[in-house]
Structure formats: structure tokens, C-alpha cells
């Protein structure tokens, strides 16, 4: 069974940072894109970035760029959000997603349940 | 504001049709083949109805069909249930300022 489990959110004051984790289970993460995407508090979806199967291409909606990073650990099943700099209108819940045939074409099959973060002071 | 415009809320009976609209550009929509569409309840996490235009992933009833013209793409719901009231957001993949967008989403109510 695929699962996907985010953790590390937060409350976090403005212009202060951190790392979100999503621990993938029951496919051949190595073999995926992964993608970040966001939902503010009563909003829309919102694609955030996302990482190639080997992490050699990275990408990111302009508003983060600068601010956010995506990474991966394939040995350990993982996928990474550092986020910098937070403001106030970073406050989402935030969703790990795993492309429906591998690339990401914004065809998401599977979703985590969410990891709150609150960008508060 | 959101890239791919669709309308807040949209509203039918139990068995009527329904249809909603997701407008983007040729940057986008009208652009690649790679319109998908979710279903998200309350407290839930989106899930995927429709991917590549018109194609359902296994589980997925065939009441949900969905198809583009141009830069608009649209989701149809035939014999509507009650449990098909939720919120509904299109996105496709482009390459202009961001790799995927979505549209700002419409409730759909069962009336």
C-alpha cells in the first residue's frame, strides 16, 4: 500500500525557518518525481516544487524561489522542504504528492495526509 | 489570484448533470495535454478523478468525464450523488512561470 506521511510543521514566527519531511512507503520512491503543494487555510491548492526521481532537477512556483528547497533521500524513502524566510502568507497546510505515472504532469495519485504550518508571531 | 480560472460554485439536484469549467491559456490548458482534475471533502486530501484530459484512474466512476477545447478544459458529473458535494480544482501542467498550476477550485453543492 502507498503511503505518504508528512511531518515537521509548526508554529514558526516570521522570517524563520523550517523542514518539512515525507516518508514514502510501498512504491519505488526512486522511481517517482516527487512534488510539495500547499493549501492556505480555507484556499485553494497551490503547486509549490517539486524534485526529479534522482534530485538532479529541482523546480519551484516564483514566489519561493530563494526561500524554499526541495530535496530527497532515496536510501531512506524520504522527501524534503526547507523553507527560509517565512512569512505570514506561507501559513498551509502542507502536502507531499506522488505523480500518477512518474513524472510530474500535476496528476497526483496519492497525497499525504498534510503537515500544518502556521507562520505566527 | 489563481492561474486557472474556475467557477466558485456550481450547484445541481441528485441525478441531474453538471459541468465545470477550467480556463487557462495556451501556456497551459490549451497547451499540453495534461488537464487533471480532484475531488476534495472536507478535512481530506485531494483525490485524483481525472488525469491526461479525460482518462479516470481505476475506481473512479464513470459518472465523472471530463474533456478540453482550446484553452478551456471542463469536468462533467452525470446522475449526481450527495456524495459528490465537495470542492473540485483543476491543474495542468505548463511551463511558463511555474512547472504545475491549479485552478482556485468550485464548490460543488447537491442539492
Known amino acids: 500500500e502507498v503511503q505518504l506521511v508528512e511531518s515537521g510543521g509548526g508554529l514558526v514566527q516570521p522570517g524563520g525557518s523550517l523542514t518539512l519531511s515525507c516518508a514514502a512507503s510501498?512504491?519505488?520512491?526512486?522511481?517517482?518525481?516527487m512534488t510539495w503543494v500547499r493549501q492556505a487555510p480555507g484556499k485553494g491548492l497551490e503547486w509549490v516544487a517539486n524534485?526529479?526521481?534522482?534530485?538532479?532537477?529541482?523546480y519551484y512556483v516564483d514566489s519561493m524561489k530563494g526561500r524554499f528547497t526541495i530535496s530527497r533521500d532515496n536510501a531512506k524513502n524520504s522527501l524534503y522542504l526547507q523553507m527560509t524566510r517565512l512569512r505570514a502568507e506561507d501559513t498551509a497546510l502542507y502536502y507531499c504528492?506522488?505523480?500518477?505515472?512518474?513524472?510530474?504532469?500535476?496528476?497526483?495519485?496519492?497525497w499525504g495526509q498534510g503537515t500544518l504550518v502556521t507562520v505566527s508571531s | 489570484q489563481s492561474a486557472l480560472t474556475q467557477p466558485a460554485s456550481v450547484s445541481g439536484s441528485p441525478g441531474q448533470s453538471i459541468t465545470i469549467s477550467c480556463t487557462g491559456t495556451?501556456?497551459?490548458?490549451?497547451?499540453?495535454?495534461?488537464v487533471s482534475w480532484y475531488q476534495q471533502h472536507p478535512g481530506k486530501a485531494p483525490k485524483l478523478m481525472i488525469y491526461?484530459?479525460?482518462n479516470r484512474p481505476s475506481g473512479v466512476p464513470d459518472r465523472f468525464s471530463a474533456s478540453k477545447s482550446g484553452n478551456t478544459a471542463s469536468l462533467t458529473i452525470s446522475g449526481l450523488q450527495a456524495e459528490d458535494e465537495a470542492d473540485y480544482y483543476c491543474?495542468?501542467?505548463?511551463?511558463?512561470?511555474?512547472?504545475?498550476?491549479f485552478g482556485g477550485g468550485t464548490k460543488l453543492t447537491v442539492l
Open positions: 504528492a506522488r505523480p500518477f505515472g512518474g513524472h510530474d504532469y500535476g496528476d497526483f495519485d496519492y
Open positions: 510501498g512504491f519505488s520512491f526512486s522511481s517517482f518525481w
Open positions: 524534485i526529479k526521481h534522482d534530485g538532479s532537477e529541482k
Open positions: 495556451s501556456s497551459d490548458v490549451g497547451g499540453y495535454n495534461y
Open positions: 491526461e484530459v479525460s
Open positions: 491543474s495542468s501542467y505548463t511551463r511558463a512561470t511555474t512547472y504545475v498550476v
